[in-house]
């Protein structure tokens, strides 16, 4: 009997796997890579990337506790964090505030963008201190209250109707977590607002490497415990165990254990975990998760670009929601310009829903053609470009979604969850229920070591 066995090869499953590590445990990934939707690949001195790219650089989050632990590294990410390409205007430098009263749109638009973001910026100063941890609390807490804030409405309804511009202005922010103005809820919609306003107070940093360099490092320190191509069909248990059937190869097997971390998404927890709670089962069917669509594109100019120094730009009214100079990661670093660029396009929400219906030549078209207009040239020089569709990519906060919360991290049986869909943190939120997996697992089986019966002395 295994000791755990862990079902997905995300980051949390495998954060967990990593603190489990000494234990006999079995880590069951259905695809033909571990990572999830963490997937880079390493180009020269750069690296392509089509999922996630910033993770906590705060020095007591579970990512950096999971780095060090791991022997891997992140740095912040140089230059400047966030442009904007709209209506013919490309800025670069200055503060992302100011970004509306540079770029050019009616005076009409101007205004309502004035008073929409004087209302987002008061709740924007009340999100930052509510979303504090305060002294003795635990993390549960500090995340409810987040879930919590602004969770009657939606963003939609807290805004109000903007004219054409200034909601294309808004949407790139606001969807960044894969649901319409209208479907996220009003607190999740200004935390995104926190986010890009108060850049460096978390998800400000770089996996030195790319991404995949932390999943494929920790998957490869776990060796055979990883098996790949290996789709779990169910988790029932039994007295004092779990029973995990899956389908490896086009062959069905089983594995008994004493617990297991279901680090799936919500939706796959729902249908294997056949006999957990009801209500558990319920609250995860109820989870949401919206669409991506990214690609990775490399370049090979030889130039100094307007754009070396600048990590982010939205994007309005593109087919991309934003571009990612990934290079700036290598470039920032580095006394003298490397050759060629890698950048990333990121399509959500109802964009990504609109160009999943198309295939992969269509949309890599369309994204070549929007990519050189918002950086001019960049066609001309493309070397390589790889589209990535994410059908299910992340769950969002929705109005009434806090409701969940107590029930989604409540512990009842030898089965823990673990996920990004457990917060609100991304990455951060994945790795740290994937540790908190795992020490739970833990006290369950020091618990059941425990209460182990004493096998009788042989008489000598």
């Given at each position: 009997?295994?000791?755990?066995?862990?079902?997905?090869?995300?980051?949390?499953?495998?954060?967990?796997?990593?603190?489990?590590?000494?234990?006999?445990?079995?880590?069951?990934?259905?695809?033909?890579?571990?990572?999830?939707?963490?997937?880079?690949?390493r180009?020269?001195?750069?690296?392509?990337?089509?999922?996630?790219?910033?993770?906590?650089?705060?020095?007591a989050?579970?990512?950096?506790?999971?780095?060090?632990?791991?022997?891997?590294?992140?740095?912040?990410v140089?230059?400047?964090?966030?442009?904007?390409?709209?209506?013919?205007?490309?800025?670069?430098?200055?503060?992302?505030?100011?970004?509306?009263?540079?770029?050019?749109?009616?005076?009409?638009?101007?205004?309502?963008?004035?008073?929409?973001?004087?209302?987002?910026?008061?709740?924007?100063?009340?999100?930052?201190?509510?979303?504090?941890?305060?002294?003795g609390?635990?993390?549960?807490?500090r995340?409810?209250?987040?879930?919590?804030?602004?969770?009657?409405?939606?963003?939609?309804?807290?805004?109000?109707?903007?004219?054409?511009?200034?909601?294309?202005?808004?949407?790139?922010?606001?969807?960044?977590?894969?649901?319409?103005?209208?479907?996220?809820?009003?607190?999740?919609?200004?935390?995104?607002?926190?986010?890009?306003?108060?850049?460096?107070?978390?998800?400000?940093?770089?996996?030195v490497g790319?991404?995949?360099?932390?999943?494929?490092?920790?998957?490869?320190?776990?060796?055979?415990?990883?098996?790949?191509?290996a789709?779990?069909?169910?988790?029932?248990?039994?007295?004092?165990?779990?029973?995990?059937?899956?389908?490896?190869?086009?062959?069905?097997?089983?594995?008994?254990?004493?617990?297991?971390v279901?680090a799936?998404?919500?939706?796959?927890?729902?249908?294997?975990?056949?006999?957990?709670?009801?209500?558990?089962?319920d609250?995860?069917?109820?989870v949401?998760?919206?669409?991506?669509?990214?690609?990775?594109?490399?370049?090979?100019?030889?130039?100094?670009?307007?754009?070396?120094?600048?990590?982010?730009v939205?994007?309005?009214?593109?087919?991309?929601?934003?571009?990612?100079?990934?290079?700036?990661?290598?470039?920032?670093?580095?006394?003298?310009?490397?050759?060629?660029?890698s950048?990333?396009?990121?399509?959500?929400?109802?964009?990504?829903?609109?160009?999943?219906?198309?295939?992969?030549?269509?949309?890599?078209?369309?994204?070549?053609?929007?990519?050189?207009?918002?950086?001019?040239?960049?066609?001309?020089?493309?070397?390589?470009?790889?589209?990535?569709?994410?059908?299910?990519?992340?769950?969002?906060c929705?109005?009434?979604?806090?409701?969940?919360?107590?029930?989604?991290?409540?512990?009842?049986?030898?089965?823990?969850?673990?996920?990004?869909?457990?917060g609100?943190?991304?990455?951060?939120?994945?790795?740290?229920?994937?540790?908190?997996?795992?020490?739970?697992?833990?006290?369950?089986?020091?618990?059941?070591r425990?209460?182990?019966?004493?096998?009788?002395?042989?008489?000598?």
């Open positions: 009997m295994k000791d755990v066995v862990i079902v997905g090869g995300g980051i949390a499953g495998l954060a967990a796997a990593w603190r489990l590590r000494h234990r006999d445990l079995l880590l069951l990934e259905a695809g033909d890579r571990v990572g999830g939707r963490i997937r880079s690949e180009r020269g001195p750069y690296w392509l990337n089509w999922g996630g790219h910033v993770y906590d650089g705060s020095p989050s579970s990512t950096q506790s999971l780095l060090k632990d791991t022997g891997f590294e992140s740095r912040p140089p230059g400047n964090l966030a442009g904007l390409s709209m209506n013919g205007r490309l800025l670069l430098t200055g503060r992302v505030e100011t970004f509306p009263f540079r770029v050019p749109m009616s005076w009409h638009d101007r205004a309502s963008l004035v008073r929409a973001g004087a209302k987002v910026r008061l709740a924007v100063a009340r999100y930052a201190r509510l979303s504090k941890r305060r002294p609390e635990d993390e549960a807490a995340q409810q209250r987040v879930y919590d804030f602004m969770n009657d409405r939606s963003f939609a309804d807290f805004i109000g109707d903007l004219p054409q511009d200034a909601e294309a202005l808004f949407k790139p922010t606001v969807t960044r977590s894969s649901a319409e103005m209208d479907q996220i809820s009003a607190g999740a919609g200004v935390g995104y607002f926190n986010l890009v306003w108060n850049i460096g107070a978390g998800l400000s940093h770089s996996i790319g991404p995949s360099t932390l999943t494929e490092g920790i998957a490869e320190g776990l060796g055979e415990a990883v098996q790949l191509g789709t779990v069909e169910e988790v029932v248990h039994k007295k004092d165990s779990v029973v995990v059937r899956y389908r490896q190869y086009g062959v069905e097997q089983e594995v008994e254990a004493r617990s297991v279901l799936t998404t919500a939706s796959v927890s729902h249908r294997i975990g056949v006999d957990l709670d009801a209500g558990l089962r609250a995860l069917a109820q949401k998760y919206g669409p991506f669509v990214s690609a990775a594109f490399l370049t090979g100019e030889t130039e100094r670009q307007p754009w070396d120094d600048t990590y982010a939205a994007t309005p009214k593109r087919s991309f929601t934003v571009v990612l100079n990934m290079s700036n990661n290598v470039r920032g670093n580095s006394p003298e310009r490397q050759p060629g660029s950048f990333m396009a990121f399509s959500p929400a109802g964009v990504a829903r609109r160009l999943l219906e198309q295939d992969d030549e269509t949309i890599l078209k369309t994204f070549v053609d929007d990519l050189d207009q918002v950086l001019p040239g960049t066609a001309a020089q493309l070397v390589e470009a790889e589209i990535a569709r994410w059908p299910e990519a992340s769950p969002y929705f109005p009434g979604r806090g409701k969940l919360q107590p029930i989604l991290t409540r512990r009842n049986s030898r089965v823990m969850l673990a996920g990004d869909y457990l609100t943190q991304y990455t951060e939120t994945a790795v740290h229920t994937g540790l908190v997996a795992a020490q739970t697992v833990e006290q369950l089986l020091r618990t059941d425990c209460a182990a019966p004493v096998p009788p002395s042989s008489a000598s």
